[in-house]
């Protein structure tokens, strides 16, 4: 079954060799007609332009199209950093079987919160690029979409994600969007590599668990680096030691045993699949933390019940967890306790 198969997935020409590629970026006198790139206004940005590939290109040709790009800036334009401005690549999922891109997933978040780090220090927990460390929401509902082979669960909710799975009903890609915007062309050129690279690596693997055991078998360093290869590995690591490198491949293990375990890629008919039954709902990962926190409140609440009466008129007062969010109470237990809340 290919991932153009599922609902919600746009089926476009090409195949996952080839990328597409947008620049956002802030200055003055920035070129405004290229050969190779549609050139946009961003409302986002403060005196920005963003610049998009007319067209999805093999890597030589991308190559070719960041040289022209860097020419015509180095040229005549004054660029200014901007954390406002980042770099977007897509890759075209489309055309691949669901169980390989399946464990292209599992290979990239392994990695994610490294090849975050690489692409800049404002670029970690970061709203508009929020990596599966600081929401696994994100985990949770991917392995919702493959389950129910419906990729309409990842709604506009996720568009902020590191990885953008909402771009699938778009264009029928992934869009990874952590990249800040540096005018360094070489770093331009590296992160579709690196992607592709771990697409690639994916393929090594008969069965997604495969993945999971081998990082328990031989550690999250050769993990990392049978993943991204010693190069790429070497790149993104930077001057981080390996001791650091080793807790955040760590994490990024964790995180994806979870579709690794869960995500069930056979063809099978939704309603005769008790996991999707349960869990398949639309999540805000903005507001999921939030109730987190009030439902621990709440149960707190619950287990230090000296008073009642005071207990059923708060229950009457605020009768679902929703409005404990939209009312951003704080419970203090120990205010419960002398029944003063």
């Given at each position: 079954m290919r991932v153009a198969d599922c609902q919600g997935v746009r089926l476009t020409d090409g195949d996952a060799s080839k990328i597409g590629f947008e620049i956002e970026m802030e200055g003055k006198c920035l070129p405004a007609n290229l050969p190779s790139w549609r050139v946009e206004a961003d409302h986002s940005l403060y005196n920005g332009l963003e610049y998009v590939l007319y067209k999805p290109m093999p890597l030589n040709g991308f190559d070719r199209a960041c040289d022209e790009l860097m020419h015509n800036i180095n040229k005549k334009s004054e660029f200014k950093y901007s954390p406002r401005a980042g770099i977007h690549c897509h890759i075209n999922v489309a055309p691949l079987s669901l169980d390989h891109f399946v464990k292209f997933i599992v290979c990239y978040y392994i990695v994610e919160e490294l090849l975050v780090g690489w692409c800049g220090k404002n670029r970690e927990n970061n709203l508009f690029c929020l990596r599966a460390v600081d929401t696994d929401e994100v985990i949770?509902?991917?392995v919702v979409s493959c389950c129910?082979?419906?990729?309409?669960?990842?709604?506009?909710?996720f568009r902020y994600a590191a990885m953008n799975f909402n771009s699938l009903q778009k264009f029928g890609t992934v869009e990874f969007r952590a990249m800040e915007t540096r005018l360094n062309v070489e770093d331009w050129k590296i992160?579709?590599?690196?992607?592709?690279?771990?697409l690639k690596s994916s393929l090594k693997f008969q069965d997604v668990k495969d993945i999971i055991t081998q990082g328990s078998l031989n550690g999250p360093i050769d993990m990392a680096r049978d993943i991204l290869g010693e190069d790429y590995?070497?790149?993104i690591k930077g001057n981080k030691d390996l001791q650091a490198v080793e807790s955040i491949i760590f994490r990024?293990?964790?995180?994806?045993?979870?579709?690794?375990?869960?995500?069930n890629t056979q063809e099978v008919e939704k309603?005769?699949?008790?996991f999707a039954m349960h869990v398949a709902r639309h999540i805000n990962p903005y507001e999921v933390k939030a109730k987190e926190y009030f439902a621990d409140e709440l149960e707190g609440l619950q287990r230090h019940r000296p008073h009642?009466?005071?207990y059923q008129d708060f229950i009457k007062k605020v009768p679902d967890i929703n409005d404990l969010v939209v009312a951003g109470r704080h419970i203090d237990f120990?205010?419960?306790d002398k029944g003063e809340f």
């Open positions: 949770e509902q991917f129910n082979k419906d990729f309409t669960y990842m709604d506009e909710n992160l579709p590599r690196i992607l592709h690279r771990t590995f070497d790149i990024g293990i964790r995180l994806a045993q979870e579709i690794a375990f869960l995500a309603s005769t699949n008790p009642e009466a005071r120990n205010d419960v």
